[in-house]
């Protein structure tokens, strides 16, 4: 397979020998639909070292990416950032593949292999802080607790400058291309938000952390290395500035009206209640579900003001696409936003009270009563819908206010 697979050049000692998965479409609960890149890297120090693996599905492709540069038996050193399957899968195999000297990991990375693999990727613990020489690359371990899991740690190579940071400032974009000055600002800007959304959002103190933590080091960062999607090195400060504003959740006069409906009610509404959101000066985004993934309702959550959702009730329930959006929200815990409910029903109307019910649980600032209509909205109906959208609108200007001159 080396023949076909290559090992790309990151510095004169560092090579990427991860794999470009481009069929991947989902990654727990997350549309992937640009597919994704597992970043592995090889050390070419005195002493050889890997860092990361990829998915087991690719474990021969990664083989035949080092060995185009170097015979795979001859790394030492294994390093495992991260135990989860995207990075691990194929740690086993490899292990058995190279027999190197040592695999290192994290304490609770040990723990987690263990877990996963049953002894099947046996690990030793590297401190927090700890250094390690390869020779004539020094790196050094730091723990990055909950940036991912538990387990998470970054490696620095001090020669290099570079951070190998794990799932930290990546992105899911499968991609021949390597480095972030080879594809455009605005798609890395789109996939890195999403990214951010869809995965680190509930861990934002956490960043915050590792952002400080790296900070003071005060390690240079010419480079750096994540586990998905371009290398950063035209300008890695970029990712890092939006990961330390997108940690701090800042939200601007912008409302996402969410819903899914039976017979078009509430859709009616919907609409209703947008026209009322645009009069009212607001930037407002309708995503019916019917075309709408819930990891792009996240993408649009992460920066606005306001989340107002909408759901016929079926079966004395909420309608199950909102049931597992609002779901998969509530688990990613943004934080300081403003909302309402609503929807129609036949006879027992409970889902405006249970989405409303969810958005209290997420510490929602609710504004109104929820506008509930019974089969078919009437004009009074839309109306009072619009009415809404204008009562968000007013309290989204009081709370989140436009800049002087915006464009919606
Ligand atoms: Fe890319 Fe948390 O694994």
């Not at 991860?18 to 609960?29: C, I």
């Not at 990214?195 to 480079?223: H, M, Q």
Request: proline share 5%; hydrophobic share 45%; glycine share 8%.
């Amino acid at each position: 397979m080396k023949e076909a697979f290559k090992a790309a050049k990151v510095t004169d000692k560092v090579y990427w020998v991860g794999a470009v998965d481009w069929a991947v479409r989902d990654f727990h609960g997350y549309l992937t639909n640009r597919g994704t890149t597992y970043n592995a890297y090889l050390i070419l120090a005195d002493k050889i070292a890997l860092v990361d693996a990829v998915k087991a599905s690719f474990k021969d492709e990664m083989l035949a990416r080092i060995a185009s540069i170097v015979d795979p038996k001859k790394i030492e050193i294994v390093i495992s950032n991260h135990a989860e399957p995207d990075h691990t899968g194929a740690l086993g195999g490899v292990i058995e593949a190279i027999k190197p000297q040592k695999v290192l990991a994290s304490m609770m990375g040990v723990k987690a292999l263990d877990q996963h693999y049953h002894g099947a990727c046996p690990a030793v613990a590297v401190r927090d802080g700890e250094k390690l020489s390869l020779g004539n690359v020094d790196l050094t371990f730091a723990e990055t607790r909950m940036c991912h899991w538990p387990d998470s740690m970054v490696c620095y190579l001090h020669q290099e400058r570079m951070l190998i940071s794990q799932d930290a400032f990546g992105m899911h974009l499968a991609s021949y291309e390597r480095f972030d000055d080879q594809l455009s600002p605005a798609l890395l800007d789109a996939e890195a938000a999403k990214y951010y959304a869809n995965i680190l959002l509930p861990l934002s103190s956490f960043v915050a952390k590792t952002i400080e933590k790296v900070a003071a080091t005060g390690w240079t960062l010419d480079t750096i290395a994540p586990d998905h999607g371009p290398i950063w090195r035209k300008d890695p400060q970029r990712i890092v500035a939006s990961y330390a504003r997108w940690s701090r959740q800042p939200r601007i006069n912008k409302a996402v009206v969410l819903y899914d409906t039976m017979w078009q009610s509430t859709d009616l509404m919907a609409r209703a209640i947008g026209e009322g959101l645009a009069a009212g000066g607001t930037a407002t985004r309708l995503m019916p579900l019917s075309g709408t993934h819930r990891s792009d309702i996240a993408t649009e959550v992460l920066d606005a003001g306001a989340l107002i959702v909408g759901a016929p009730t079926v079966n004395n329930e909420i309608f199950p696409t909102l049931a597992d959006a609002m779901t998969y929200l509530r688990g990613l815990a943004p934080k300081g936003l403003i909302g309402a409910s609503f929807g129609s029903y036949g006879w027992s109307g409970e889902a405006p009270k249970d989405l409303r019910a969810m958005l209290e649980e997420m510490k929602v600032e609710l504004v109104g009563e929820p506008v509930r209509v019974v089969y078919a909205p009437a004009g009074e109906d839309l109306k009072r819908c619009y009415d809404l959208g204008l009562q968000v609108a007013a309290r989204l200007k009081e709370k989140y206010p436009p800049p002087a001159s915006s464009a919606v």
